[in-house]
């Protein structure tokens, strides 16, 4: 090879080589536009891979759920009546998609599956959906027409169905229950808010379907004694309504009501006796918002106050008890008292035996923590405030599992 042509080989190999490491360099280096968004973070137990991070382990501090972009979830509920079986639903902001993950021995993925699913898989057969409720071993869906779907476990109708015993792995319209707003589910029954009226259906042996007696239903029924209502919420066998009478002491004003089993006080009203039929939550009035536990709730008034009532064993409910050690039980609470370390958040969620708040930018959790769920990298209950993680501007919601042991950021 002549001199010359060696020099011109070289070159050329210069050029491309330059070439190459400028398109490296250039394409290595990301555009606002490319930056990753956050995802949907879980903790805490893990068992039935409800973390949704493609694992069945548990995790005490918080992980990434896979293919779940916050901005892209409206809303996250959270099912399973214990660590070994809980799993979640994750509504689509545009499109009303939903997806689910977890145990599925009932069906309640609603996938045509029985397998349990360790990261988000679409529910199919569902139209434009605008909320969702996870229950114990069931999930509901209300589409854009307001009605509601329902699928996995039915051994006491909780399906609304007309039959019982036949789980269902895909979902399926509950017929007779047009122009529903809001659905919730308990650990064996469901609810519907229907122009101010709430129907229920499932089991019914602790009085949570509200209707005067303790019979199960498989098809809805009407709850009885209720004044209009505006807001529903389950906890695992029993229910809570956000009423507004029209006369007596309380007209005019946002009462809480509630029914079914008060083992623990968490009908609210001075009274561990179930009760088959609505009774009003004692001292709170103009309360904005109602959330249920399997076993303790919490409602936000107007003003921001927090108040909170039922089970209270694990310092669920905050209380300030000086005395308190790790070997001495709470007290548990019929009626509701304040809270004021909770006043002013944005949002709330209770869970089986602890609670999550976004407040002040972050993320807190408080109560039982055997699974890890109050996310601080231990399993110590806490009757304090523990903070998890800080809130940025992508952080909308919380959400907890009702009987499980597993916390949600959204």
Same mark, same amino acid.
């Given at each position: 090879?002549?001199?010359?042509?060696?020099?011109?080989?070289?070159?050329?190999?210069?050029?491309?080589?330059?070439?190459?490491?400028?398109?490296?360099?250039?394409?290595?280096?990301?555009?606002?536009?490319?930056?990753?968004?956050?995802?949907?973070?879980?903790?805490?137990?893990?068992?039935?891979?409800?973390?949704?991070?493609?694992?069945?382990?548990?995790?005490?501090?918080?992980?990434?759920?896979?293919?779940?972009?916050?901005?892209?979830?409206?809303?996250?509920?959270?099912?399973?009546?214990?660590?070994?079986?809980?799993?979640?639903?994750?509504?689509?902001?545009?499109?009303?998609?939903?997806?689910?993950?977890?145990?599925?021995?009932?069906?309640?993925?609603?996938?045509?599956?029985?397998?349990?699913?360790?990261?988000?898989?679409?529910?199919?057969?569902?139209?434009?959906?605008?909320?969702?409720?996870?229950?114990?071993?069931?999930?509901?869906?209300?589409?854009?027409?307001?009605?509601?779907?329902?699928?996995?476990?039915?051994?006491?109708?909780?399906?609304?169905?007309?039959?019982?015993?036949?789980?269902?792995? #895909?979902?399926?319209? %509950?017929?007779?229950? =047009?122009? !529903?707003?809001? /659905? &919730? *589910? @308990? $650990?064996?029954?469901? +609810?519907?808010?229907?122009?101010?009226?709430?129907?229920?259906?499932?089991?019914?042996?602790?009085?949570?379907?509200?209707?005067?007696?303790?019979?199960?239903?498989? #098809?809805?029924?009407? %709850?009885?004694?209720? =004044?209009? !209502?505006?807001? /529903? &919420? *389950? @906890? $695992?066998?029993?229910? +809570?309504?956000?009423?507004?009478?029209?006369?007596?002491?309380?007209?005019?004003?946002?009462?809480?009501?509630?029914?079914?089993?008060?083992?623990?006080?968490?009908?609210?009203?001075?009274?561990?006796?179930?009760?088959?039929?609505?009774?009003?939550?004692?001292?709170?009035?103009?309360?904005?918002?109602?959330?249920?536990?399997?076993?303790?709730?919490?409602?936000?008034?107007?003003?921001?106050?927090?108040?909170?009532?039922?089970?209270?064993?694990?310092?669920?409910?905050?209380?300030?008890?000086?005395?308190?050690?790790?070997?001495?039980?709470?007290?548990?609470?019929?009626?509701?008292?304040?809270?004021?370390?909770?006043?002013?958040?944005?949002?709330?969620?209770?869970?089986?035996?602890?609670?999550?708040?976004?407040?002040?930018?972050?993320?807190?959790?408080?109560?039982?923590?055997?699974?890890?769920?109050?996310?601080?990298?231990?399993?110590?209950?806490?009757?304090?405030?523990?903070?998890?993680?800080?809130?940025?501007?992508?952080?909308?919601?919380?959400?907890?599992?009702?009987?499980?042991?597993?916390?949600?950021?959204?």
């Amino acid at each position: 090879m002549s001199p010359t042509v060696r020099r011109t080989a070289l070159v050329r190999l210069m050029t491309v080589a330059a070439t190459a490491a400028t398109v490296t360099m250039t394409t290595a280096v990301p555009s606002p536009a490319d930056e990753i968004q956050p995802t949907l973070t879980s903790w805490g137990a893990g068992t039935a891979g409800q973390l949704g991070t493609g694992s069945s382990a548990g995790s005490p501090t918080p992980v990434d759920i896979n293919g779940l972009l916050r901005g892209d979830v409206k809303k996250v509920s959270a099912g399973g009546t214990s660590s070994e079986n809980g799993f979640a639903l994750a509504l689509a902001n545009s499109g009303g998609t939903v997806r689910a993950w977890g145990h599925n021995a009932s069906g309640q993925l609603g996938n045509s599956t029985h397998a349990t699913q360790k990261a988000p898989v679409k529910v199919p057969g569902l139209p434009p959906v605008e909320d969702i409720a996870a229950g114990g071993e069931h999930a509901l869906a209300v589409d854009k027409n307001g009605q509601v779907y329902s699928w996995g476990d039915n051994s006491y109708g909780q399906l609304g169905n007309g039959r019982t015993g036949d789980n269902r792995s #895909v979902p399926a319209r %509950v017929q007779g229950m =047009p122009g !529903v707003s809001q /659905i &919730a *589910a @308990g $650990c064996d029954f469901s +609810l519907a808010l229907i122009d101010g009226k709430v129907y229920a259906w499932g089991r019914g042996v602790h009085g949570q379907l509200g209707n005067g007696g303790r019979e199960s239903s498989a #098809v809805p029924r009407q %709850v009885t004694g209720l =004044p209009k !209502v505006s807001r /529903i &919420a *389950a @906890g $695992c066998h029993h229910a +809570l309504a956000l009423t507004t009478p029209e006369d007596g002491e309380n007209a005019g004003k946002s009462v809480v009501m509630a029914w079914g089993q008060n083992i623990y006080g968490q009908l609210g009203n001075s009274s561990t006796a179930s009760s088959v039929k609505p009774v009003t939550v004692d001292w709170i009035k103009d309360v904005s918002t109602i959330h249920a536990g399997a076993w303790h709730n919490y409602a936000v008034t107007s003003t921001g106050e927090v108040w909170g009532w039922g089970h209270n064993q694990y310092g669920q409910l905050l209380d300030e008890d000086e005395t308190f050690d790790g070997e001495t039980s709470r007290t548990n609470r019929t009626a509701p008292v304040q809270i004021p370390q909770l006043k002013g958040l944005t949002k709330l969620a209770a869970g089986a035996f602890h609670g999550v708040a976004l407040k002040d930018d972050y993320v807190y959790t408080w109560g039982q923590n055997a699974d890890g769920q109050l996310g601080n990298g231990s399993t110590t209950d806490s009757h304090t405030l523990v903070k998890v993680l800080h809130s940025d501007s992508s952080t909308t919601d919380v959400s907890a599992s009702l009987g499980g042991n597993t916390t949600y950021v959204h």
